[in-house]
């Protein structure tokens, strides 16, 4: 482990430019459980039964109750941990051009980090089905279920709903940094999930170097150049620390 931590080390302080992709993983050291894998969501519900976009247009009262609702409450109260901060971090010291998230929680941009590229969407706001008004997912409380805007439509949030489409414009500058980085670290992802998982296998094919982190080998790891395993919040720290050093004479 300790020649692979020094291996992406060196990969990271050489390149020209570095983008993350960060699934559910990473937001577990922040207590909000992962889609899949030991504690998941999955484990207790059917996904494509709760989170596909059919299933809350015909009964979204039922999909915020069982998903959408258990998600809020744990989203208002969940703070960035170490991995987070670490990416942040790296940004800061222009380490990192962007972190393409799956992750709808906006704990990168808690952290600090600038430039995210939210491929899911966001559970921060909600937007009304009847007349397209916005507010905060903070701002609503779940006392009736689904919660309605003024106009009397139900509000959905801005994430992506499986049988949705990626936001056209999250999809192209995500396309862009994957085309042209050199690095792309891959951060607590079972990478299973389309397209985002086609991510790093397009960063590969145009020579990048793929450093993954995930305390379980994924789809993706045959692939990766550098497997790290192990929880993100503790390698993403040992990396940007030691990128920190300066070199020695
Ligand atoms: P996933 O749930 O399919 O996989 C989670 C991955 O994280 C697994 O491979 C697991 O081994 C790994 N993991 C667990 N603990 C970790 C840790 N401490 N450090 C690093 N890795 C760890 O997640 P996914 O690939 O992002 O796909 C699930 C979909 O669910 C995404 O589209 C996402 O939008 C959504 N989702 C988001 C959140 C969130 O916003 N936090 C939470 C649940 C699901
Ligand atoms: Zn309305």
């Known amino acids: 482990m300790e020649t692979r931590i ?14 993350a992709l960060t699934g559910a993983g990473i937001s577990v050291e922040s207590g909000i459980p992962p889609f899949r894998g030991p504690g998941s969501l999955w484990d207790k519900i059917d996904p494509m039964e709760f989170a596909h976009i059919d299933a809350f247009m015909k009964n979204p009262a039922r999909v915020w109750e069982v998903l959408i609702g258990s998600m809020k409450t744990i989203l208002d109260t969940a703070r960035p941990n170490k991995g987070h901060l670490a990416l942040a971090e790296l940004e800061k010291r222009r380490l990192l051009a962007t972190v393409i998230t799956q992750n709808v929680d906006s704990l990168h941009q808690k952290a600090g980090s600038r430039d995210v590229i939210e491929f899911h969407g966001t559970f921060a706001k909600l937007t009304c089905l009847g007349c397209g008004h916005r507010t905060s997912s ?3 409380t779940l006392t009736t279920l689904p919660p309605r805007c003024h106009c009397g439509g139900v509000y959905r949030p801005d994430c992506v709903f499986f049988g949705e489409s990626i936001p056209l414009s999250a999809l192209t500058r995500a396309q862009e940094f994957v085309s042209q980085c050199e690095v792309m670290l891959v951060v607590g992802t079972s990478a299973t999930v389309q397209p985002a998982a086609m991510m790093p296998i397009l960063a590969k094919q145009n020579n990048a170097r793929i450093i993954e982190i995930n305390p379980t080998p994924t789809p993706l790891t045959a692939t990766s150049d550098l497997f790290l395993q192990g929880n993100a919040g503790p390698i993403l720290t040992r990396l940007t620390e030691a990128i920190a050093i300066p070199a020695g004479p």
């Open 6 to 19: 020094q291996k992406a080390i060196e990969i990271l302080s050489r390149s020209r430019l570095t983008v």
């Open 138 to 140: 903070a701002d609503i």
